[in-house]
């Protein structure tokens, strides 16, 4: 450590539970056996939705990247000058001075038996939310005990108290409904597209033309960016509390 006992990384420590990683690959295979079938069997040989399977399977490989440079590259290194969060392709730095407030926060998993359920974040002075790699329940027996040490050794490297000011705390809860917003919003676009895949299996059964384009692609995305528009609104009236553990 350095003087004052704030320097730390925060890197994988631990692998992630089978069930982390199995679950969504299973369900993207499915998806990708699903779309393939659908792309043979539709009408006119399924050439009206060539591109579905390719698709698939190059959001699969990203998918994949993007959780292996997640674990072998990203990592929070904190230091005396301020902290760095170096994600799976890029990092950012923040002087101790830009620190509003460093939050644990439940993951948007949930509390089920997946981890990590606890995430810590960066908030700056305009309420934005960055996440710090690796500062969880899954590297860390006890977050929220790691998070009020780190604040309580950087506390003399700051210009300013770690006080609550309502402005940006009012940033915050804006950010906080606009990202439950998102979050269903693409849930419903989910719903829609099943809903879809539905509707196309019948058209094709009853010998109708179908448009996979439209059906996949645009209803869905249409629908969760509606449901998403009207959330927001609903909840920026109301904001929804922060599931926080703050030290």
């Known amino acids: 450590m350095d003087e004052g006992g704030v320097e730390r990384v925060y890197r994988r420590r631990r692998k992630p539970p089978l069930a982390y990683l199995l679950l969504p690959g299973?369900?993207?295979?499915?998806a990708l056996i699903q779309t393939s079938r659908v792309s043979r069997d539709g009408d006119g040989g399924g050439s009206g939705f060539w591109w579905g399977p390719p698709a698939l399977a190059v959001l699969m490989g990203l998918a994949i990247a993007r959780?292996?440079?997640?674990?072998?590259?990203?990592?929070?290194?904190?230091?005396?000058?301020?902290?760095?969060?170096?994600?799976?392709?890029?990092?950012?730095?923040?002087?101790?001075?830009?620190?509003y407030d460093i939050r644990v926060e439940q993951s948007p998993r949930g509390s089920g038996r997946a981890a990590p359920r606890w995430l810590t974040y960066l908030y700056d002075f305009q309420g934005r939310r960055f996440l710090?790699?690796?500062?969880?329940?899954?590297?860390?027996?006890?977050?929220?005990?790691?998070?009020?040490?780190?604040?309580?050794a950087a506390a003399p490297l700051r210009s300013l108290t770690w006080e609550r000011r309502p402005d940006v705390e009012e940033l915050i809860l804006r950010g906080a409904a606009r990202r439950r917003a998102g979050t269903w919003g693409a849930y419903g676009a989910i719903a829609?597209?099943?809903?879809?895949?539905?509707?196309?299996?019948?058209?094709?059964?009853?010998?109708r033309p179908d448009h996979p384009?439209?059906?996949?692609?645009?209803?869905?995305?249409?629908?969760g960016a509606a449901l998403a528009f009207v959330l927001d609104r609903y909840w920026r009236a109301r904001p929804p509390h922060s599931p926080a553990r703050q030290p």
């Open 26 to 30: 299973l369900l993207m295979m499915n």
């Open 67 to 99: 959780v292996a440079l997640e674990q072998f590259r990203a990592r929070t290194r904190v230091t005396a000058a301020g902290i760095t969060a170096q994600g799976p392709l890029r990092a950012r730095t923040w002087a101790w001075s830009e620190v």
């Open 132 to 152: 710090l790699w690796h500062l969880n329940d899954w590297q860390l027996d006890d977050p929220y005990a790691e998070v009020a040490e780190l604040c309580l």
């Open 192 to 207: 829609v597209f099943c809903l879809m895949f539905v509707l196309d299996v019948a058209l094709i059964t009853v010998g």
């Open 213 to 223: 384009f439209v059906l996949f692609v645009c209803v869905p995305l249409a629908a």
